[in-house]
């Protein structure tokens, strides 16, 4: 088994839920990745989900647009992150997740890209820019890496295709909280519990919510309905004005998967 297959029926076996923290790498400087990696880890993440800044994001919002201005004017390149990942490999257990566009990963080569991201130790990519009809370019170079193509679901994706997306992986399925771009919400569309609950019943792989979750009172109640959440405008905007204490509290709503695998 992969790190992602390990965790989640690591998960499983002790009944408990996915907390995977997103932050921007760069942001602060790229000589403190590793450091919040590892913080991170032992405030009890799950895997984490590292960005890579890019002038032209497709769903990010304010908070998460600023931190990637930040991590640009700091000079962080997508070669400079895949290093320090491979530093950071060294340190910590949890499954990488590397989040780009596309166009970084043209510009870097197709086959680079993927041989360096497993020389890293990365174990799994989202690219939310690559539509399933054309992500043949990079599967089967990821499939050989053993590396998951981590897919998204949103509230208007056609069912047809959610079973289509859900079929797909070993990793898990993204699935999109609301109608816009990341950031922080107060509250969710009433639909959605019911949706998180009909995308479970069609995924033969673990369902992840994500996008505008910012408190315990909102994992507690989404978790009722999925196998856990994707946190990232919160947790960069905690970066980014050093509240790490409530970081951690807001990350302590599940046991840490380092005391299960």
């Known amino acids: 088994m992969n790190r992602f297959e390990k965790t989640f029926a690591a998960l499983k076996e002790n009944n408990t839920k996915a907390f995977v923290p997103y932050i921007m790498a760069g942001d602060g400087g790229l000589e403190c990745l590793v450091d919040r990696l590892q913080l991170l880890e032992k405030f009890g993440a799950t895997a984490i989900e590292v960005g890579v800044p890019f002038s032209d994001p497709v769903a990010d919002g304010p908070t998460i647009q600023q931190a990637g201005i930040r991590a640009l004017g700091n000079g962080t390149t997508l070669k400079s992150i895949i290093t320090e990942l491979g530093k950071a490999r060294k340190e910590i257990n949890v499954p990488i997740l590397l989040m780009t566009y596309l166009n970084p990963i043209y510009r870097y080569g197709i086959n680079e890209f993927v ?7 990365v174990d799994g990519c989202i690219i939310p820019d690559l539509p399933i009809e ?16 981590i897919r998204l679901v949103t509230l208007t994706t056609p069912i047809e295709r959610i079973k289509t997306i859900a079929n797909k992986g070993k ?23 019911q949706f998180l609950q009909y995308v479970k019943a069609l995924s033969p792989i673990p369902v992840l919510a ?9 994992i507690v109640d989404l978790t009722k309905y999925c196998d856990g959440v994707i946190v990232g405008s919160k947790i960069v905007d905690q970066f980014h004005n050093g509240k790490l204490v409530e970081m951690e509290k807001l990350m302590s709503v599940f046991k840490p998967i380092s005391k299960m695998v």
């Not at 992500?135 to 998951?148: F, K, R």
């Not at 993204?174 to 509250?187: A, C, Q």
């Not at 994500?210 to 909102?218: K, M, R, V």
């Open 210 to 218: 994500g996008f505008g979750i910012s408190s315990q009172e909102q």
């Open 134 to 149: 054309e992500e043949g370019i990079i599967t089967s170079q990821l499939d050989a890496a053993e590396i998951e193509l």
């Open 115 to 121: 041989q360096d991201i497993r020389k890293a130790g």
């Open 171 to 193: 990793g898990f399925l993204y699935t999109v909280t609301i109608k816009g771009i990341t950031g922080v919400r107060n509250e969710y569309d009433s639909e959605l519990n």
